[in-house]
């Protein structure tokens, strides 16, 4: 899975500093929104047809890692 982390880069001054697939400044949260709003994976990758399957999964892959921490409850 650590693989899939390749495919996301980050780089200072393109796509507002956030993560984007490989260099194509399709953005993580981009992948997401489409996700969420009901597109499937087919029809996410017709719509954007320089994306692989492994793009996406990665974008599910790095989000889980950036929400996978504790979350402390202050009183």
Not at 15 to 44: H, M, N, T, W
Not at 49 to 57: A, K, S, V
Request: charged fraction near 30%; proline fraction near 3%; include cysteine.
């Amino acid at each position: 899975m650590r693989d899939l982390l390749k495919r996301i880069t980050l780089e200072e001054g393109k796509c507002g500093g956030r993560p984007y697939v490989r260099g194509k400044r399709i953005r993580v949260c981009d992948i997401l929104k489409l996700l969420g709003s009901g597109a499937s994976f087919q029809e996410i990758l017709e719509d954007y047809p320089f994306l692989e399957q492994e793009d996406i999964n990665a974008s599910l892959f790095y989000a889980t890692q950036q929400t996978d921490h504790l979350v402390l409850k202050v009183a």
